[in-house]
C-alpha cells in the first residue's frame, strides 16, 4: 500500500474524529495503567532496593550473604526478560491475581512485575548517594538501623528518588505500550490495533505524539520537582 | 571518666592485616578537654571510633565511668551514644533538613516529644549563638557555622562525653579559633568533658589540658600539654610541634653534627653570636621555632656544629651552662647520614 495515502484528507479527517472520540479514554487507560503500576513497584522495589544497600557486608544492618546473592539474582533475572515475553510468561499469575489475563486491570500485573525490580535498582542507587559521613553521625547519635533508613537515608535521598521514580513512570509508560499487544488498553492499543493493523498510519502517529507529550509532561514535571526538593540548591 | 586499656585494633585488608591501634592505655578524666595528635594514618579516628564502639577494638576496654563498653548490647550502646556525642571535620548535618530539624534529629531518635525536641533544640541555637538560623538549611550557611550547628545537634542529649574528630580541620584560622572557643566554653559551663582528635598542635596548645602523641597505631607520649610541650621527648612530638623543623633538616643532607637546643623560658641573649665569640664555634642554624614570650624564649633551635667531635663537646658544655636551656645531640639524623 502506498504511505502517503494514509495522510489524505480524508484519512486526516478520520484521524481526527479518532482523536476527539477514542483518544481520551486511550489517554486515560495508558495513565491510570501506569500510575498504578508505578505505585504497585514502588511498594514491591522500594523495601526491595532499601535492603540491597542496608543488607550487604558492609551495610548498616547486614543480612545473611546468600540472600543477597538470591535477591540480586532474582532481580537481575526478572529486568534480563524483554517485557512483552515476560507479559505472556506469568499469564498464570496473572490469571491468578485479577482472574483473566486480558485487558488493561490484568495489565497491571505484568507492568508491576516487570518495574518493581527497575525500581528497587533505582532505589539502590539513589541511596548509595547519601553520604556515608552522614550515616555515621547518624550512627553516633545512637540511631537503629530503621531509624537510619526511615530518618536519614529516606530524607536524604529525596531529589534523587524522585529523579529516578520519573525515570520509572516514563520507562513504565513505554511498556504499557507494548501491553496492547496482548489486550492491554492504552495509546500503545490504539495505535498497534486501530493505527498499525487496520492501516490507519495517521491514528498511529498521532498516538505516538500524544504520548511524547504525556512523556515530557512527566519529565519535566518530575525534573522541576526533584530541582524544587532539594535543599542543597538553596540559595544563600 | 574514660579508661583505655590495653586497646588494640587489627583491620584486615586485602592486602593483609593492618595494625590500627597498638595496646593503648589512655585515661581521660571527667573536665579534660583532651587532645589525641598524630599525623594522617596515625590511628587517630580509629580510636576516637572506638570511644563510642562505632569500631569495635579487637582486644582491650573502653571503660565509661568503669562500665566496660564492649560488653553492651546493640540498644544499650545506642543509649551511650545520647552520652557520648560526636563531631565531624565535615559536619555532617542531614542537608534536606532545616538547622532546627538537624537539632531535633538525636532527641527524636531518642522518642522525645516534638515540642519538648522543638524548645530545647531552640535552646541550643541560642548556645551556638545561630538563634535566628532555626529555618534554614546547612547549604545556606558557612562552614563554621554548620560546625556550630554539628555542636548544637551533638549537644541535645545533653552529653557526659563530645568527642571531636578533627572538628576544625576544614575551617580558616579565625572560624577555628570562634569553635575552638566555643569548644572551651561548653567544656567549662556544662561541664563536658572533650576528646579533641586534630593533627594540628595549634588546636592542642589552644584548648587542651592534656595531650596525648599517637604514632603508628601507638601513643609514644602523653601528660599535661605544658609539660609535652616544653620538653618532648619523641621524634613524632618534635615533628607535630615544629613540623617546618622536620622539612628543614631534611632539606639539610650534608653529614655533621647535629644538636637541638631547647628553650624552656630561657632569658633572651644573643646566644649563638656568644658562642662564635667566646669558642669560636660558627654554629648554622638548620631550623628554628621559638616563641618569645615577655623576655623569655620558648621552642626549639636546631644547629649544625661544624668542625671535630672536640667542637662539639665545647658547644655543648656551653649551652647547657646557659640557664633554662637544655641540649640533645641528634644522633639520627647525623647516623642516618654518615652511612651515606
Known amino acids: 500500500m502506498n504511505f502517503a495515502s494514509a495522510f489524505t484528507p480524508e484519512k486526516l479527517q478520520e484521524a481526527w474524529e479518532c482523536l476527539l472520540n477514542e483518544f481520551p479514554f486511550a489517554i486515560w487507560e495508558t495513565l491510570y495503567s501506569t500510575l498504578l503500576a508505578t505505585f504497585f513497584a514502588i511498594v514491591i522495589g522500594l523495601p526491595l532496593g532499601v535492603l540491597l544497600v542496608t543488607g550487604e557486608s558492609k551495610g548498616i544492618r547486614p543480612l545473611p ?53 527497575f525500581i528497587a535498582r533505582l532505589v539502590e542507587s539513589s541511596l548509595r548517594e547519601v553520604n556515608p559521613n552522614i550515616i555515621e553521625a547518624a550512627q553516633s547519635m545512637g540511631a537503629s538501623p530503621w531509624q537510619i533508613v526511615t530518618r536519614v537515608m529516606l530524607p536524604e535521598s529525596v531529589p534523587s528518588l524522585i529523579t529516578n521514580f520519573t525515570l520509572a513512570i516514563t520507562t513504565i509508560m513505554g511498556y504499557t505500550a507494548m501491553s496492547g499487544a496482548v489486550g492491554g488498553g492504552g495509546l500503545g492499543k490504539l495505535a498497534l490495533s486501530y493505527g498499525y493493523q487496520r492501516y490507519r498510519f495517521a491514528v498511529l502517529y498521532l498516538a505516538v505524539i500524544v504520548l511524547v507529550i504525556i512523556t515530557q509532561v512527566i519529565q519535566s514535571f518530575g525534573t522541576w520537582l526533584a530541582a524544587r526538593s532539594d535543599k542543597r540548591l538553596k540559595e544563600k | 571518666m574514660i579508661e583505655l586499656r590495653n586497646l588494640s585494633k587489627l583491620f584486615t585488608t586485602t592486602d593483609g592485616p593492618v595494625d590500627a591501634l597498638r595496646h593503648i592505655n589512655l585515661t581521660i578524666n571527667n573536665g579534660d578537654i583532651y587532645g589525641i595528635i598524630g599525623m594522617s594514618g596515625a590511628g587517630k579516628s580509629t580510636l576516637v571510633r572506638c570511644i563510642n564502639m562505632l569500631e569495635r577494638p579487637t582486644e582491650g576496654t573502653v571503660l565509661m565511668d568503669g562500665v566496660d563498653l564492649g560488653t553492651l548490647n546493640k540498644k544499650e550502646i545506642q543509649k551511650i551514644r545520647r552520652r557520648i556525642t560526636m563531631i565531624f571535620q565535615s559536619f555532617n548535618l542531614l542537608m534536606q533538613r532545616t538547622c532546627l530539624e538537624n537539632i531535633m534529629l538525636p532527641l527524636k531518635l531518642a522518642h522525645v516529644p516534638a515540642a519538648q525536641a522543638r524548645a530545647r ?220
Not at chain 2, 562552614?143 to 562525653?161: N, S
Open chain 2, 121 to 340: 533544640a531552640m535552646e541550643l541555637l541560642e548556645t551556638v549563638d545561630l538563634p535566628n538560623k532555626a529555618n534554614a538549611y546547612p547549604a545556606q550557611l558557612s562552614g563554621g557555622q554548620q560546625q556550630r550547628i554539628a555542636i548544637a545537634r551533638a549537644l541535645a542529649t545533653e552529653p557526659e562525653v563530645l568527642l571531636c574528630d578533627e572538628a576544625t580541620s576544614a575551617l580558616d584560622p579565625k572560624t577555628t579559633h570562634s569553635i575552638l572557643e566555643l569548644i572551651r566554653e561548653i567544656n567549662r559551663k556544662m561541664n563536658i568533658t572533650v576528646i579533641v582528635i586534630t593533627h594540628q598542635m595549634s588546636v592542642v596548645q589552644e584548648i587542651c589540658n592534656r595531650v596525648a602523641i599517637l604514632e603508628n597505631g601507638a601513643v609514644v607520649e602523653e601528660g599535661e600539654v605544658s609539660e609535652v610541650f616544653s620538653n618532648p621527648r619523641s621524634n613524632a612530638t618534635r615533628s607535630l610541634i615544629y613540623p617546618e623543623m622536620a622539612e628543614g633538616m631534611m632539606l639539610f643532607d650534608k653529614g655533621g653534627q647535629r644538636l637541638r637546643v631547647i628553650f624552656n623560658g630561657a632569658v633572651t641573649e644573643p646566644l649563638i653570636a656568644r658562642m662564635a665569640m667566646e669558642c669560636g664555634i660558627a654554629a648554622s642554624i638548620i631550623g628554628a621555632s621559638t616563641r618569645s614570650v615577655g623576655d623569655r624564649a620558648y621552642g626549639y633551635m636546631l644547629l649544625d656544629i661544624p668542625g671535630s667531635p672536640e667542637d662539639l663537646a665545647k658547644a655543648i658544655s656551653f649551652l647547657s651552662n646557659v640557664p633554662d636551656v637544655t641540649v640533645q645531640v641528634e644522633a639520627e639524623y647525623s647516623g642516618e647520614e654518615a652511612e651515606k
Open chain 1, 65 to 117: 550473604g546468600p540472600l543477597m546473592s538470591f535477591l540480586n539474582v532474582l532481580i537481575n533475572l526478572l529486568r534480563s526478560v524483554p517485557f512483552i515475553i515476560l507479559m505472556v510468561m506469568i499469564i498464570p499469575l496473572t490469571r491468578v491475581i485479577v482472574g483473566t489475563s486480558v485487558g488493561t486491570v490484568a495489565s497491571i500485573v505484568p507492568l508491576t512485575v516487570a518495574a518493581f525490580p
